[in-house]
């Protein structure tokens, strides 16, 4: 990252200041959703008993560091086998579309996401941990869906 990336970075956190928020539900569950820039709807989930038949809720809003750490965590819990990919995409970082090209076409020497649209779609993770990742995971891609009352027959059939 260049010394103008990071000024710009910096900027974005104090001018528009984002919680990390993930949640924790049934550590039985083999779903995880992913609101990408929807945090509305992440707090819609957090506070439903649909969270009873989630694994981890949680946003995402970068092409890079953000998915690194979305891939890390749901490689360390062998029981995610399903993750639904909902909310709207950031406009420009397109960190969903990016996520779908990685499970779709992996990374390439660089750690680039393969087909990947994003502006800066590189990757620190392993060749292991992208393979796993694909192969773990079954992406379900509902990108635009924010209405919480459409997710439900999608979380509860996957259970």
Request: proline share 3%.
């Amino acid at each position: 990252m260049n010394l103008v990336e990071e000024i710009a970075g910096g900027l974005c956190k104090v001018l528009f200041p984002i919680e990390d928020r993930v949640y924790f539900g049934n550590s039985n569950s083999v779903v995880a959703v992913c609101t990408l820039s929807s945090v509305k709807l992440l707090g819609e989930l957090a506070n439903s008993n649909l969270m009873s038949k989630i694994n981890i809720a949680g946003r995402l809003l970068s092409e890079n560091k953000g998915i690194e750490t979305l891939v890390r965590h749901v490689v360390s819990n062998e029981k995610i086998n399903t993750m639904i990919l909902c909310g709207y995409d950031a406009i420009g970082h397109r960190p969903g579309h990016s996520l779908l090209c990685l499970h779709q076409n992996g990374i390439d020497n660089d750690g680039r996401i393969i087909g990947s649209h994003s502006p800066d779609p590189i990757l620190s993770l392993t060749n292991n941990e992208v393979t796993r990742f694909q192969n773990q995971i079954r992406i379900i891609n509902k990108i635009g869906e924010t209405n919480i009352s459409d997710l439900k027959s999608e979380i509860i059939n996957e259970t």
